[in-house]
């Protein structure tokens, strides 16, 4: 059974980089499929920020594009995202998923607050 | 970018009853790329129809969905106990994926 897991401070500087990783269990990367992050700030919709291939071919959302680094370790199976410069404006809970056309797949969630 | 908007924003109902949630795309959503999903308070969402119509595995039939260009529908024939809960549709036709504000089936 494919299993997704968010990893990562709960708490983040404004300014500093965001890091999150995602490790997969169950599937392995290399086979296929994208693999995405989402998040979702407090009562707001779900917002896609970026996903990426096992390859390393990755799309980002333009409203997030040039803070966000999300890259594919295939020999640990997981994946991982940068966020940087954040503001308070980023604070969320963060999603990995497996991207099937839909998200087909979701991590539990992870909440990251940006404050100092 | 596809803006989704859904209605109404939250439906009262009982269990046993029949729920209807729209869901209307700023512009034609390629190739009806329409998923739906449940979320439950604390957990993550749930896939529960994709390509407007199609169920997830493992998604019980009182679930279904219609609906292409712009205008989408998820409809509960007879509403569950467990049911009760915010449901976002998301469209992935096209680059950047985004979804709907949700929609809240409570009792």
């Known amino acids: 059974q494919v299993q997704l897991q968010e990893s990562g401070p709960g708490l983040v500087k404004p300014s500093e980089t965001l890091s999150l990783t995602c490790d997969v269990s169950?599937?392995?990367?290399?086979?296929?499929?994208?693999w995405g992050w989402i998040r979702q700030p407090p009562g707001m919709r779900l917002e896609w920020i970026g996903s990426?291939?096992?390859?390393?071919?990755?799309s980002y959302n333009p409203s997030l594009k040039s803070r966000v680094t999300v890259a594919v370790d295939t020999s640990k199976n997981q994946f991982s995202l940068k966020l940087s410069s954040v503001t308070a404006a980023d604070t969320a809970v963060y999603y990995c998923?497996?991207?099937?056309?839909?998200?087909?797949?979701w991590g539990q969630g992870t909440m990251v607050t940006v404050s100092s | 970018e596809i803006v989704l908007t859904q209605s109404p924003g939250t439906l009262s109902l009982s269990p046993g009853e029949r729920a209807t949630l729209s869901c209307r795309a700023s512009?034609?959503?390629?190739?009806?790329?329409l998923a739906w999903y449940q979320q439950k308070p604390g957990q993550a969402p749930r896939l529960l129809i994709y390509?407007?119509?199609s169920r997830a595995t493992g998604i019980p039939d009182r679930f279904s969905g219609s609906g292409s260009g712009t205008d989408f529908t998820l409809t509960i024939s007879r509403l569950e106990p467990e049911d009760f809960a915010v449901y976002y549709c998301?469209?992935?036709?096209?680059?950047?994926?985004?979804f709907g504000p949700g929609a809240k089936v409570d009792i």
């Open positions: 990426i291939y096992h390859s390393g071919s990755t």
């Open positions: 169950g599937y392995s990367i290399s086979s296929g499929h994208y």
């Open positions: 998301q469209q992935y036709g096209s680059s950047p994926r985004t």
């Open positions: 998923a497996r991207v099937g056309g839909p998200f087909n797949m």
């Open positions: 512009q034609s959503v390629s190739n009806s790329y």
């Open positions: 390509g407007a119509s």
